[in-house]
Structure formats: structure tokens, C-alpha cells
């Protein structure tokens, strides 16, 4: 026993003795400036669980990537990007956000049920720009998507068209179809984070960047508005087909007219919507609020007046369709809605902070002094006195004086100065705080680092990369020719393929196709008025294509018969093959400027290493490799 007690005694005093010597220990230095082997462990742990790989090669990776990326952030400092005015102006705004998660303090129940009403009924309309990162991501991955968060924020402000810029930055796959634009929604319908952001922002400003478990954004008000509840409706969804630009609306068209014989809504999208998840269940959707779909889906849904009414035929990004609706759902009273708010804030992730709450909760943990004498002259108007340098208020070390009160007074109105010193003092509590932070919590010093080192490397990566392989076209150009193998298009094939309800009728398609028959000849064979049996599309494709059933090898002639999803059976007619050829410039300029950027960071990277001395301290390295990559 008096061993055993021995041996974890000295376990732990070893696991502290090597914390301690970590945080003064050199891993390695640049230019005979010192980088610690503690600022590594802390990023390296971190991501422990996405760099580890087999054999030590994710620890080793990681190693260069951090060595690489303070070379970077040597040269940055080097010339001075710290000092220019816009990135200490940025930085100070960056900060403020940055701050606010650790404001935080439990608040009343009933503030945040009051703030989550006062959203419901009101719906914002908001486009946003996404970059997306991992809740986890690395710091390299860090810097990398708020170096370009704050790029595309930079081209929002001068671009007119923030639609244009959501297209050409964003992230978010819905941009395609929807340019940015969210459309309208309300409280709850978003991440806290998100929600606070379009609510704090004025119609037609842009935000500050703001991070998601999504990772980061910017977002513009278009518009805000009273809310129009819930709705529900079924729908009948026939999905364009590339290349014809008249088959789905012809299709759409004729089940309308069924509608209008039959009546039977949920029988026919049974049978011929292309939504298969909903068309099993009659086409009915869930209840929805707006913003939960797309337009102009959104605006015809809510434009339904009576329970029952049938829209007509409309289009959207992803085909045509036909809405029901089915049931509405106005916004209720408080009163009514009260329990129910409570219980989604309990559950949620939303902000408990209150500025006087916090206040007093700090003031608990700091020497405060006031001068009361002084804070008379405020009640009594003695203007001489308000002005003075006497001490008003001390906070630790830091003091605050009449005139700093005078000055505050100044710009708020309709309020007695005994409410005014009130928020006063505890604005001063929380900027004390806040002026702490760094030094008081090494979470956020560490994450306010990070944003530091990010920013300040964003002017020097957009010169060496970004701009570079924007405007250098002679650089692009060059380097498209000199690894043209790269870029070619897979074996494709210009075909038709036949989409049909039953293997009956599949059966009569595949022998019409093998006998040549045009497409218009088997439509008018087969369909039967406003009954479709087969619909076809046209176009050329790549093997591999999503559009084509898994594995279909093209090869000239007609196919066997696919049968994929429950009534839907599919023939595929292959007119012409196209071999393995190589891309045009201009038909993968998008891939070759991703590559080109990638080829000039290797090469910047590379000048580095020559311009720097780097000295890494290999016993401490191979130390920390045994001590950590296994963990």
C-alpha cells in the first residue's frame, strides 16, 4: 500500500513538474525568437481527436502546420501590419463581440419569455453569407475561415449587389437556389447566435461577423414585419428535367387538370410527386413558419385564404409545383404561449445576461469606492464640481472622475441622475471586467489571440494569395497549361432517360426505345390524357452522374430496366458517347484558381523557410510526440 500510494504521488508531481517546465520550455524559434512548447500543447490537444493518425503522421503534420503558420505571423509583424489604424479599429470591434458570450449571468425567466414573445410576432428578413467551421476546428482552420469572413464582408460593404458577393463567398448550399436570402423568420427559428444578430441589425445594414456551431457569418436585414403564424399544406412536386425546359411544366400542368376532374389531392401525390417523402403521406408537410421554404413556395403557401384552396401551378429553384392548404396557425397571446416560450428557453442555448445583474455579481470580487460628496454635486447642478478632476469612483486600480460622469451624463436624456450614476457604475464594472479578461480567464485569452494573430495575417494572405490569384491571369493561365491533366472530364454520354410508373408500362417503353422510336411518339403512345405514365429527359451526362442509377456504365444503345424507388422505373437510351477529355480553361477556372492558391502558399510558405531561421529543439519535440500523439 505504501508503494502503491508512492507511485501515484509521483505520477503526479511528474505530470506537474512537466506542465510547469512546458509553460518556460522552448519547442522551437524562428529568428532566435522563442515559440513555447505550452502554446503548442494547448492548439495540439485542442484537435488531438482530428490530427492523430496512424504512425504519429497527424502529430508530425500538425507540428509543420504550426511552424509554418508563426512564420507567417512572424512576417505579418514584421511589417507592421499591427500598427496600421483599420486592423487596430477592427480589432477593437472584433473584441467587443468576442467578449459577449463571457457577459453571460443567469437573468429572470420572464425578460428572456418577454424577448422570445416580442420575436415571435415579429419576422425578420435577412440574406447571409456563411463560412463554414467545424465547433471544433483547428486554429489554422480557424483563421482560415475568418480571414474569409471578413474578406467577403469587406466586398458586401463595397458591392451594391450582396447577393452577388453571398454567391461568389457563401457556403451555404442553399445560395444557389437562393442568393443569401433566408426569407422571413422569427424567434427560435435560428441559432441564438444567428436570431440575436438579425434582431441587433438595422434593415439594409450589414453585420459584424458572428460564429456559429456552423461557423462564421455576416448577414443583411432586408426587411422586417408582423408575423403570419403557422400554415400547412400538402404539395405536388414535379423536378425539372435539364435540357427540357417544358417537360415538367407540361407535366405539372396535366396533373392540375386532374386536380381540377378528380378532386383527390392526396391520391395524386401518391402517384406522381417527385418529394417521395412526402408524397407517401399524401404530400402533407409540417406546419411551417416563414422562411422555412423557399420562394416563391413561401409567399404562394401564405397566400392560400381558405382551408382547402388549391394553388396553381408555379415554379421554383427545384421545379413545379402545387400547394393545399390544409390549416393555419395565427400567433396566440402571451398569456397563452407563456409556458410553452418557457419551456423552449429552458431547453435552448439562449443568452441569461442581464447588464445590472452582471454588474452585481462582479462587484463581488473588486475593491469599489465612491465618493458620495462628489455625486451630490450632480444632484445639486454644481457644474464646477461636475467637471472636476476629483475621484468619483474607483474600481481596483482604476479610477473614474467627475467629469467622466459629466461626459457620460451628456448623452443620456430623461433620466434623474440617481438612475444615471446607477448604469454608470455598472457600466464601469462590467468595462473593468471586460479590460480583464486577458488576464482572468485563459480561455478567452487564448481565443482573443487567436483572432488577433487571424486578423492581422488577413492583408498579407490576401496580397500572396488571395488577390494574387484573382488578377494574375498570366500566373493562372500558366499554371492551367502546366497541369492540364489534371482537369478532364470523365467518360459522358448524350442520352434520354425515360422515367415510368409501372414495370408494365416500363416494359412497352424499353421496346419502343429499342425500336427507335422518337420520345413524342412514346408519349402520345403511352400517356392517356392527363394520366402520365412516362416522362422523359434529355441531355449529356457524366458516369457517376447522381441523375443516373448507381454504377450504369455508359455505352451506346438502350439499358435494362432500373428499378430504384417504389413505383418509379427508369430506361436510359445512350444516343452518343463522349470519351475522357480534357476541361478548357474556362470550363474549370473555378477549380484551377483553388488549386493555383493552393500552389502559392506552397510556394510562399516555401520563402519563408529560406528567409527565416527555424531551430527546433528535436528533444523536446520527440518528448511531447511521445507524451501526446498517443493520447
Not at 459577449?100 to 437573468?107: A, F, S, T
Request: hydrophobic letters at 35%.
Amino acid at each position: 500500500m505504501i508503494f502503491r500510494n508512492l507511485f501515484v504521488f509521483i505520477t503526479l508531481l511528474t505530470t506537474v513538474l512537466a506542465k510547469a517546465q512546458n509553460n518556460e520550455t522552448v519547442l522551437f524559434s524562428i529568428d532566435e525568437e522563442p515559440i513555447y512548447a505550452a502554446e503548442f500543447i494547448r492548439v495540439f490537444q485542442k484537435n488531438k481527436d482530428i490530427v492523430v493518425e496512424e504512425d504519429h503522421k497527424g502529430f508530425d503534420s500538425y507540428f509543420d502546420l504550426f511552424v509554418d503558420f508563426r512564420l507567417k505571423l512572424k512576417q505579418a509583424y514584421e511589417l507592421k501590419l499591427d500598427t496600421i489604424l483599420s486592423y487596430q479599429n477592427e480589432l477593437k470591434k472584433y473584441r467587443e463581440q468576442l467578449i459577449e458570450p463571457y457577459l453571460k449571468n443567469e437573468e429572470s425567466s420572464e425578460f428572456l419569455i418577454k424577448e422570445a414573445y416580442d420575436r415571435t410576432v415579429q419576422e425578420v428578413n435577412a440574406s447571409h453569407i456563411l463560412i463554414r467551421l467545424n465547433p471544433d476546428a483547428k486554429p489554422s482552420d480557424t483563421l482560415i475561415a475568418y480571414n474569409k469572413i471578413i474578406e467577403a464582408r469587406n466586398a458586401a460593404l463595397r458591392d451594391n449587389s450582396f447577393e452577388n458577393v453571398a454567391i461568389k463567398y457563401s457556403e451555404d448550399p442553399s445560395v444557389e437556389s437562393n442568393g443569401g436570402n433566408l426569407g422571413y423568420f422569427s424567434a427560435f427559428s435560428m441559432v441564438y447566435a444567428f436570431e440575436n444578430a438579425a434582431y441587433h441589425t438595422h434593415v439594409n445594414q450589414i453585420s459584424l461577423p458572428f460564429r456559429t456551431r456552423f461557423g462564421y457569418h455576416i448577414l443583411k436585414v432586408n426587411d422586417i414585419r408582423n408575423s403570419r403564424g403557422e400554415i400547412q399544406v400538402a404539395h405536388i412536386m414535379i423536378k425539372d428535367i435539364p435540357g427540357d425546359s417544358t417537360f415538367a411544366q407540361n407535366n405539372i400542368n396535366d396533373i392540375y387538370n386532374k386536380l381540377n376532374q378528380s378532386g383527390d389531392f392526396a391520391k395524386i401525390a401518391q402517384e406522381h410527386s417527385d418529394d417521395t417523402s412526402s408524397a407517401k403521406k399524401g404530400g402533407v408537410l409540417p406546419k411551417f413558419s416563414s422562411g422555412k421554404m423557399i420562394e416563391p413556395f413561401d409567399s404562394i403557401a401564405f397566400s392560400l385564404k381558405n382551408i382547402g384552396d388549391v394553388s396553381k401551378p408555379f415554379h421554383s429553384n427545384y421545379g413545379w409545383h402545387i400547394l393545399k392548404l390544409l390549416d393555419k396557425y395565427p400567433i396566440q397571446s402571451f398569456e397563452i404561449l407563456h409556458d410553452q416560450l418557457k419551456s423552449k428557453i429552458n431547453k435552448g442555448g439562449r443568452s441569461n445576461y442581464v447588464q445590472n445583474s452582471l454588474a452585481i455579481k462582479l462587484e463581488k470580487d473588486y475593491e469599489i469606492s465612491e465618493n458620495l460628496e462628489v455625486l451630490s454635486s450632480f444632484h445639486e447642478r454644481n457644474e464646477e464640481e461636475m467637471k472636476s478632476d476629483k475621484k468619483l469612483l474607483t474600481i481596483n486600480d482604476v479610477i473614474y472622475l467627475a467629469k467622466d460622469f459629466y461626459i457620460f451624463n451628456l448623452s443620456k436624456k430623461n433620466k434623474i441622475v440617481g438612475e444615471l450614476y446607477i448604469e454608470f457604475r455598472n457600466e464601469k464594472i462590467i468595462d473593468y471586467y471586460k479590460s480583464q479578461l486577458e488576464n482572468t480567464n485563459k480561455e478567452f485569452a487564448d481565443i482573443y489571440q487567436e483572432y488577433k494573430d487571424g486578423l492581422l495575417l488577413f492583408e498579407l494572405l490576401q496580397k500572396n494569395i488571395w488577390e494574387k490569384s484573382e488578377t494574375d491571369s498570366v500566373g493562372l493561365r500558366k499554371y492551367y497549361e502546366g497541369n492540364k491533366s489534371k482537369y478532364s472530364w470523365k467518360k459522358r454520354g448524350e442520352l434520354t432517360i425515360a422515367s415510368c410508373t409501372s414495370l408494365d408500362k416500363a416494359n412497352w417503353v424499353k421496346k419502343y426505345l429499342d425500336n427507335n422510336k422518337s420520345v413524342e411518339e412514346i408519349k402520345s403512345l403511352m400517356n392517356d390524357g392527363a394520366t402520365i405514365h412516362v416522362l422523359f429527359s434529355s441531355g449529356t451526362l457524366e458516369e457517376g452522374s447522381n441523375k443516373l442509377p448507381e454504377n450504369f456504365i455508359i455505352q451506346k444503345g438502350v439499358s435494362e430496366i432500373y428499378n430504384e424507388k417504389d413505383h418509379e422505373f427508369t430506361i436510359i437510351r445512350v444516343d452518343q458517347t463522349v470519351p475522357v477529355s480534357p476541361k478548357k480553361f474556362n470550363e474549370t477556372r473555378g477549380e484551377v484558381i483553388n488549386d493555383y492558391q493552393i500552389y502559392l502558399e506552397k510556394l510562399w510558405v516555401s520563402n519563408l523557410h529560406e528567409d527565416y531561421k527555424v531551430k527546433i529543439n528535436k528533444r523536446v519535440l520527440k518528448r511531447l510526440k511521445s507524451q501526446y500523439a498517443d493520447l
